[in-house]
Protein backbone atom coordinates (compact mmCIF):
# COMPACT_ATOMS: atom_id res chain seq x y z
CA UNK A 1 0.00 0.00 0.00
CA UNK A 2 1.56 3.38 -0.69
CA UNK A 3 2.32 5.48 2.27
CA UNK A 4 3.07 9.08 1.82
CA UNK A 5 4.24 11.62 4.82
CA UNK A 6 2.84 14.84 4.38
CA UNK A 7 4.63 17.82 6.71
CA UNK A 8 2.32 21.32 6.76
CA UNK A 9 4.19 23.89 8.13
CA UNK A 10 2.46 26.77 9.57
CA UNK A 11 3.67 30.12 11.37
CA UNK A 12 2.79 28.63 14.87
CA UNK A 13 1.85 25.09 14.04
CA UNK A 14 3.46 21.90 12.40
CA UNK A 15 1.50 19.30 12.00
CA UNK A 16 2.53 16.00 10.27
CA UNK A 17 0.49 12.90 8.87
CA UNK A 18 0.75 9.26 7.88
CA UNK A 19 -1.53 8.90 4.89
CA UNK A 20 -2.20 5.86 2.28
CA UNK A 21 -5.20 5.88 -0.36
CA UNK A 22 -8.18 3.87 0.46
CA UNK A 23 -9.97 2.03 -2.42
CA UNK A 24 -12.92 4.39 -2.72
CA UNK A 25 -10.04 7.33 -3.15
CA UNK A 26 -10.84 8.70 0.42
CA UNK A 27 -7.62 9.27 2.50
CA UNK A 28 -6.05 7.01 4.97
CA UNK A 29 -4.45 8.73 8.02
CA UNK A 30 -2.28 6.39 9.98
CA UNK A 31 -0.97 8.75 12.11
CA UNK A 32 -0.61 12.50 13.18
CA UNK A 33 1.19 14.62 15.44
CA UNK A 34 0.59 18.43 15.81
CA UNK A 35 2.80 20.60 17.32
CA UNK A 36 3.35 24.36 18.42
CA UNK A 37 6.31 25.68 18.29
CA UNK A 38 7.58 29.50 17.69
CA UNK A 39 6.87 29.75 14.65
CA UNK A 40 7.90 32.39 12.52
CA UNK A 41 6.81 36.10 11.82
CA UNK A 42 5.76 37.46 8.30
CA UNK A 43 8.62 38.24 6.25
CA UNK A 44 11.53 35.91 8.18
CA UNK A 45 12.49 32.31 8.52
CA UNK A 46 11.17 29.98 11.18
CA UNK A 47 13.97 29.86 13.50
CA UNK A 48 16.58 27.09 12.45
CA UNK A 49 16.85 25.12 16.19
CA UNK A 50 13.25 25.57 16.98
CA UNK A 51 12.31 24.23 14.28
CA UNK A 52 14.64 21.39 14.30
CA UNK A 53 13.40 20.10 18.06
CA UNK A 54 9.40 20.35 16.90
CA UNK A 55 10.46 17.99 13.70
CA UNK A 56 12.81 15.94 15.29
CA UNK A 57 9.59 15.26 18.31
CA UNK A 58 7.68 14.47 15.70
CA UNK A 59 9.56 12.00 13.91
CA UNK A 60 9.95 10.26 16.88
CA UNK A 61 6.44 9.85 18.04
CA UNK A 62 5.65 9.19 14.75
CA UNK A 63 8.28 6.28 14.50
CA UNK A 64 7.00 4.83 17.68
CA UNK A 65 4.01 4.64 16.93
CA UNK A 66 2.68 1.48 14.58
CA UNK A 67 6.95 1.18 13.57
CA UNK A 68 6.39 3.71 10.90
CA UNK A 69 9.66 3.80 8.67
CA UNK A 70 10.27 7.61 7.82
CA UNK A 71 12.49 8.27 4.73
CA UNK A 72 11.21 11.27 2.67
CA UNK A 73 8.08 13.84 3.32
CA UNK A 74 6.66 16.27 1.45
CA UNK A 75 6.77 19.94 2.48
CA UNK A 76 3.88 22.24 2.15
CA UNK A 77 5.45 25.40 1.60
CA UNK A 78 3.74 28.82 3.02
CA UNK A 79 3.07 31.48 0.68
CA UNK A 80 5.62 34.42 1.99
CA UNK A 81 8.57 32.08 0.80
CA UNK A 82 7.04 31.48 -2.90
CA UNK A 83 7.07 33.15 -5.86
CA UNK A 84 5.13 32.18 -9.08
CA UNK A 85 6.57 33.53 -12.77
CA UNK A 86 4.53 32.78 -15.81
CA UNK A 87 5.75 32.28 -19.41
CA UNK A 88 4.70 31.40 -22.86
CA UNK A 89 5.67 28.04 -24.79
CA UNK A 90 5.15 26.72 -27.81
CA UNK A 91 6.39 23.12 -30.07
CA UNK A 92 6.29 21.40 -33.35
CA UNK A 93 3.81 18.61 -32.77
CA UNK A 94 6.64 15.66 -33.39
CA UNK A 95 4.07 12.29 -34.32
CA UNK A 96 3.72 11.26 -37.87
CA UNK A 97 -0.04 11.33 -37.37
CA UNK A 98 0.32 15.13 -36.11
CA UNK A 99 -1.54 13.98 -33.06
CA UNK A 100 -0.52 15.19 -29.83
CA UNK A 101 0.98 12.80 -27.34
CA UNK A 102 2.00 12.59 -23.66
CA UNK A 103 5.75 13.27 -25.13
CA UNK A 104 5.03 16.10 -26.55
CA UNK A 105 3.43 17.63 -23.53
CA UNK A 106 6.72 16.79 -22.14
CA UNK A 107 8.48 18.68 -25.09
CA UNK A 108 6.21 21.64 -23.99
CA UNK A 109 7.09 21.91 -20.84
CA UNK A 110 11.22 21.96 -21.27
CA UNK A 111 10.38 24.68 -23.56
CA UNK A 112 8.34 26.31 -20.82
CA UNK A 113 11.61 26.00 -18.49
CA UNK A 114 13.54 28.18 -20.55
CA UNK A 115 13.39 30.84 -18.09
CA UNK A 116 15.96 32.37 -15.38
CA UNK A 117 14.52 31.47 -12.11
CA UNK A 118 14.63 35.04 -9.39
CA UNK A 119 17.48 35.10 -7.69
CA UNK A 120 17.54 33.08 -3.91
CA UNK A 121 14.43 30.90 -5.32
CA UNK A 122 13.99 27.08 -6.41
CA UNK A 123 11.81 25.97 -8.84
CA UNK A 124 9.12 23.39 -7.14
CA UNK A 125 6.37 22.62 -9.85
CA UNK A 126 4.90 24.02 -13.25
CA UNK A 127 1.49 23.75 -14.31
CA UNK A 128 1.04 24.13 -17.97
CA UNK A 129 -2.48 25.75 -19.27
CA UNK A 130 -4.22 27.56 -21.93
CA UNK A 131 -3.77 25.25 -24.74
CA UNK A 132 -3.57 26.46 -28.47
CA UNK A 133 -3.45 23.78 -31.04
CA UNK A 134 -2.03 25.44 -34.51
CA UNK A 135 -3.22 28.75 -32.96
CA UNK A 136 -6.51 28.27 -31.48
CA UNK A 137 -7.46 27.70 -28.28
CA UNK A 138 -8.16 23.65 -27.31
CA UNK A 139 -11.63 23.27 -25.52
CA UNK A 140 -10.38 20.01 -24.07
CA UNK A 141 -6.82 18.21 -23.36
CA UNK A 142 -5.05 18.19 -26.30
CA UNK A 143 -3.67 14.99 -25.76
CA UNK A 144 -4.97 12.91 -29.21
CA UNK A 145 -5.88 16.01 -31.06
CA UNK A 146 -4.47 16.63 -34.67
CA UNK A 147 -2.10 19.80 -34.88
CA UNK A 148 1.40 20.61 -36.19
CA UNK A 149 2.05 22.88 -33.08
CA UNK A 150 1.03 22.95 -29.97
CA UNK A 151 1.09 25.75 -27.36
CA UNK A 152 0.21 26.82 -23.95
CA UNK A 153 0.82 29.19 -20.80
CA UNK A 154 3.26 28.16 -18.18
CA UNK A 155 3.00 29.10 -14.29
CA UNK A 156 6.06 27.93 -11.82
CA UNK A 157 6.34 28.49 -8.41
CA UNK A 158 9.52 28.46 -6.55
CA UNK A 159 10.60 28.26 -2.97
CA UNK A 160 12.76 30.64 -0.82
CA UNK A 161 16.42 28.67 -1.47
CA UNK A 162 17.05 30.06 2.63
CA UNK A 163 13.63 28.62 3.66
CA UNK A 164 14.23 24.91 1.42
CA UNK A 165 17.88 25.43 3.42
CA UNK A 166 16.31 25.79 6.72
CA UNK A 167 13.51 22.31 6.43
CA UNK A 168 15.79 20.49 4.66
CA UNK A 169 18.60 21.08 7.68
CA UNK A 170 15.99 20.22 10.18
CA UNK A 171 14.83 17.49 8.69
CA UNK A 172 17.47 15.68 8.14
CA UNK A 173 18.94 16.19 11.91
CA UNK A 174 15.56 13.93 12.36
CA UNK A 175 16.88 11.23 9.20
CA UNK A 176 14.23 12.25 7.09
CA UNK A 177 14.65 13.57 3.54
CA UNK A 178 12.19 16.75 2.24
CA UNK A 179 10.77 15.95 -1.48
CA UNK A 180 9.16 17.47 -2.41
CA UNK A 181 8.51 20.58 -1.70
CA UNK A 182 4.96 21.53 -2.94
CA UNK A 183 3.30 25.54 -2.46
CA UNK A 184 0.27 25.04 0.14
CA UNK A 185 -1.34 27.75 -1.77
CA UNK A 186 -1.61 25.50 -4.69
CA UNK A 187 -2.61 22.38 -3.18
CA UNK A 188 -4.68 23.57 -0.84
CA UNK A 189 -6.53 25.26 -3.83
CA UNK A 190 -7.20 21.80 -5.50
CA UNK A 191 -8.22 20.16 -2.81
CA UNK A 192 -11.21 22.83 -1.86
CA UNK A 193 -11.94 24.45 -4.58
CA UNK A 194 -14.77 22.59 -6.76
CA UNK A 195 -12.87 22.46 -10.35
CA UNK A 196 -15.43 23.90 -12.15
CA UNK A 197 -14.42 27.39 -10.11
CA UNK A 198 -11.19 26.70 -11.20
CA UNK A 199 -11.45 26.09 -14.58
CA UNK A 200 -12.27 29.80 -15.17
CA UNK A 201 -10.16 31.16 -12.43
CA UNK A 202 -10.88 31.32 -8.34
CA UNK A 203 -9.71 33.34 -5.70
CA UNK A 204 -7.95 31.71 -2.37
CA UNK A 205 -7.79 33.12 0.59
CA UNK A 206 -5.45 31.49 3.69
CA UNK A 207 -5.64 33.32 6.96
CA UNK A 208 -2.94 31.22 9.28
CA UNK A 209 -1.69 32.66 12.37
CA UNK A 210 0.88 35.15 11.61
CA UNK A 211 -0.32 35.97 7.66
CA UNK A 212 -3.08 36.02 5.18
CA UNK A 213 -2.65 34.85 1.87
CA UNK A 214 -4.64 35.77 -0.92
CA UNK A 215 -3.92 34.04 -4.13
CA UNK A 216 -5.31 33.33 -7.95
CA UNK A 217 -5.92 29.98 -9.17
CA UNK A 218 -6.57 29.18 -12.50
CA UNK A 219 -7.06 25.35 -13.53
CA UNK A 220 -4.46 23.82 -11.91
CA UNK A 221 -2.42 26.87 -11.99
CA UNK A 222 -1.22 29.12 -9.28
CA UNK A 223 -1.12 32.35 -11.10
CA UNK A 224 0.02 34.81 -8.58
CA UNK A 225 0.35 35.12 -4.47
CA UNK A 226 0.56 38.03 -2.36
CA UNK A 227 0.55 37.99 1.47
CA UNK A 228 -0.46 39.98 4.23
CA UNK A 229 1.13 40.30 7.56
CA UNK A 230 -2.32 39.76 10.01
CA UNK A 231 -3.28 36.01 11.04
CA UNK A 232 -5.24 34.89 13.29
CA UNK A 233 -2.46 35.75 16.39
CA UNK A 234 -3.03 38.87 15.76
CA UNK A 235 -6.38 39.17 17.40
CA UNK A 236 -5.75 37.42 20.13
CA UNK A 237 -2.66 40.06 20.54
CA UNK A 238 -5.17 43.04 20.34
CA UNK A 239 -7.31 41.55 23.17
CA UNK A 240 -4.17 40.82 25.37
CA UNK A 241 -2.34 44.47 25.03
CA UNK A 242 -5.62 46.56 24.25
CA UNK A 243 -7.08 45.05 27.79
CA UNK A 244 -4.12 44.01 29.49
CA UNK A 245 -4.83 40.32 29.74
CA UNK A 246 -2.63 37.29 29.75
CA UNK A 247 -2.35 35.79 25.67
CA UNK A 248 -3.88 32.43 27.32
CA UNK A 249 -6.91 34.74 28.80
CA UNK A 250 -7.24 36.58 25.37
CA UNK A 251 -6.91 33.27 23.04
CA UNK A 252 -10.17 31.99 25.41
CA UNK A 253 -11.83 35.35 24.92
CA UNK A 254 -11.45 35.11 21.20
CA UNK A 255 -12.96 32.05 20.52
CA UNK A 256 -15.74 32.65 22.62
CA UNK A 257 -16.47 36.05 20.57
CA UNK A 258 -19.37 35.59 17.97
CA UNK A 259 -19.22 38.21 14.98
CA UNK A 260 -22.98 39.45 14.71
CA UNK A 261 -23.71 39.61 18.14
CA UNK A 262 -24.94 43.13 20.22
CA UNK A 263 -22.00 43.19 22.78
CA UNK A 264 -22.69 47.46 23.62
CA UNK A 265 -24.22 46.34 27.31
CA UNK A 266 -22.92 43.20 28.36
CA UNK A 267 -19.94 42.51 30.66
CA UNK A 268 -17.73 38.89 30.67
CA UNK A 269 -15.64 38.06 33.90
CA UNK A 270 -13.15 36.39 33.84
CA UNK A 271 -10.27 34.30 36.16
CA UNK A 272 -6.58 35.74 35.62
CA UNK A 273 -4.20 33.57 37.02
CA UNK A 274 -2.63 35.25 40.03
CA UNK A 275 -4.78 38.40 40.16
CA UNK A 276 -8.67 36.76 39.95
CA UNK A 277 -11.97 37.08 39.06
CA UNK A 278 -12.02 40.18 36.32
CA UNK A 279 -14.79 42.05 34.64
CA UNK A 280 -14.80 43.22 31.39
CA UNK A 281 -16.47 44.96 29.02
CA UNK A 282 -17.76 43.35 26.09
CA UNK A 283 -18.23 46.10 23.90
CA UNK A 284 -14.28 46.94 24.47
CA UNK A 285 -13.51 43.70 23.41
CA UNK A 286 -15.96 44.00 20.35
CA UNK A 287 -14.20 46.92 19.24
CA UNK A 288 -10.71 45.86 19.32
CA UNK A 289 -11.93 43.01 17.66
CA UNK A 290 -13.85 45.31 15.02
CA UNK A 291 -10.90 47.17 14.17
CA UNK A 292 -8.26 44.69 13.28
CA UNK A 293 -10.88 42.55 11.13
CA UNK A 294 -12.07 45.43 9.02
CA UNK A 295 -8.17 46.31 8.79
CA UNK A 296 -7.67 42.10 7.33
CA UNK A 297 -10.66 43.04 4.75
CA UNK A 298 -9.50 46.26 3.85
CA UNK A 299 -6.05 44.64 2.56
CA UNK A 300 -7.68 41.32 1.10
CA UNK A 301 -10.00 44.02 -0.54
CA UNK A 302 -6.63 45.81 -1.92
CA UNK A 303 -5.53 42.78 -3.50
CA UNK A 304 -8.52 40.93 -4.69
CA UNK A 305 -9.41 44.24 -6.70
CA UNK A 306 -6.28 44.67 -8.29
CA UNK A 307 -6.29 41.08 -9.66
CA UNK A 308 -9.98 41.52 -10.98
CA UNK A 309 -9.42 44.95 -12.69
CA UNK A 310 -6.39 43.69 -14.47
CA UNK A 311 -8.72 40.45 -15.39
CA UNK A 312 -11.92 41.82 -16.16
CA UNK A 313 -13.42 39.57 -14.49
CA UNK A 314 -14.74 38.73 -10.99
CA UNK A 315 -14.03 35.46 -9.57
CA UNK A 316 -15.14 33.72 -6.50
CA UNK A 317 -13.75 33.58 -3.49
CA UNK A 318 -12.84 30.78 -1.29
CA UNK A 319 -11.57 30.60 2.27
CA UNK A 320 -9.22 27.76 4.19
CA UNK A 321 -7.25 28.82 7.54
CA UNK A 322 -7.98 28.90 10.95
CA UNK A 323 -7.31 32.34 11.29
CA UNK A 324 -10.87 33.93 10.62
CA UNK A 325 -12.39 30.55 9.64
CA UNK A 326 -12.71 29.31 13.20
CA UNK A 327 -13.81 32.78 14.69
CA UNK A 328 -17.29 32.15 15.39
CA UNK A 329 -19.17 33.99 12.70
CA UNK A 330 -15.71 35.13 10.99
CA UNK A 331 -16.21 33.90 7.44
CA UNK A 332 -20.13 35.29 7.65
CA UNK A 333 -18.55 38.73 8.70
CA UNK A 334 -15.39 38.84 6.37
CA UNK A 335 -18.18 38.42 3.17
CA UNK A 336 -20.12 41.30 4.89
CA UNK A 337 -16.95 43.65 4.60
CA UNK A 338 -15.68 42.28 1.37
CA UNK A 339 -19.45 42.86 -0.35
CA UNK A 340 -19.59 38.94 -1.89
CA UNK A 341 -19.93 35.63 -0.44
CA UNK A 342 -16.97 33.87 1.10
CA UNK A 343 -17.07 30.46 0.74
CA UNK A 344 -15.51 28.41 3.37
CA UNK A 345 -14.84 24.87 1.96
CA UNK A 346 -13.63 21.43 3.64
CA UNK A 347 -14.21 18.04 2.03
CA UNK A 348 -15.56 15.81 4.22
CA UNK A 349 -13.00 13.68 6.38
CA UNK A 350 -14.24 11.15 8.92
CA UNK A 351 -11.25 12.63 11.41
CA UNK A 352 -9.78 16.74 12.10
CA UNK A 353 -12.82 17.90 9.79
CA UNK A 354 -11.82 22.00 10.43
CA UNK A 355 -11.29 24.04 7.76
CA UNK A 356 -7.50 24.99 9.46
CA UNK A 357 -6.36 21.37 8.96
CA UNK A 358 -7.83 22.15 5.08
CA UNK A 359 -3.80 22.54 3.72
CA UNK A 360 -2.57 19.29 5.58
CA UNK A 361 -5.19 16.97 3.69
CA UNK A 362 -4.78 18.71 0.68
CA UNK A 363 -0.97 18.07 0.89
CA UNK A 364 -1.59 14.33 1.48
CA UNK A 365 -4.34 14.27 -1.38
CA UNK A 366 -1.55 16.04 -3.71
CA UNK A 367 0.67 13.07 -3.00
CA UNK A 368 -2.12 10.33 -3.43
CA UNK A 369 -3.82 11.05 -6.03
CA UNK A 370 -1.69 14.34 -7.48
CA UNK A 371 -3.18 17.33 -8.83
CA UNK A 372 -6.29 15.66 -10.85
CA UNK A 373 -7.22 15.53 -14.58
CA UNK A 374 -5.96 18.09 -17.39
CA UNK A 375 -8.90 21.34 -17.72
CA UNK A 376 -8.92 24.15 -19.74
CA UNK A 377 -10.54 27.41 -19.36
CA UNK A 378 -11.91 30.11 -21.34
CA UNK A 379 -9.55 31.42 -23.57
CA UNK A 380 -10.29 35.33 -23.21
CA UNK A 381 -10.16 35.10 -19.86
CA UNK A 382 -7.01 33.93 -19.75
CA UNK A 383 -5.50 36.43 -22.14
CA UNK A 384 -6.54 38.85 -20.04
CA UNK A 385 -5.12 37.26 -16.61
CA UNK A 386 -1.73 36.68 -18.12
CA UNK A 387 -1.61 39.60 -19.84
CA UNK A 388 -1.58 41.92 -16.89
CA UNK A 389 -1.40 39.85 -13.80
CA UNK A 390 2.37 40.17 -14.73
CA UNK A 391 2.19 43.94 -14.82
CA UNK A 392 0.26 44.10 -11.42
CA UNK A 393 1.97 42.23 -9.52
CA UNK A 394 5.23 43.29 -10.55
CA UNK A 395 3.99 47.13 -9.89
CA UNK A 396 3.08 46.22 -6.51
CA UNK A 397 6.38 44.67 -5.30
CA UNK A 398 7.90 47.75 -6.48
CA UNK A 399 5.55 50.11 -5.23
Do not use: W
Not at 20 to 31: K, R
Not at 37 to 58: H, K, M, V
Not at 311 to 337: C, D, H, N, T
Not at 346 to 363: G, H, I, K, Q
Request: proline share 4%.
Amino acid sequence: MKQSVIIDIGSSKILAMVVCPAADGAIIVQNAEERTYSGYRFGELPNAAALSDTLESIASALRSSQGIRLRSACVGVPAPFTKTLLNSCRQPVESRSHRVTEPDIDLLLEQAADFTPPEGFTLMHSSLFNFELDGMAAEHSPVGKAAKEISADAAHTFVDSAFAAVVSDALRSAGIAADPFVSSQLTGALFTIPEPDRENGAILIDCGGQHCDVSLIYDNALLCSESIGIGGEHFTRDIAYGLRLPFSTAESIKRRYVFGLDYSNSVERVMIPGEGLATLSCGAIQSVIEARIVQLADEIQSIISGIEQNARARFPVYLIGGGIALMRGGAERLSRLLGRRVYVSMPRTSLMNAVNYAPAFALAHFMLYGSGSLAVGNRRLVDNIVGNIRDFFAYRQNA
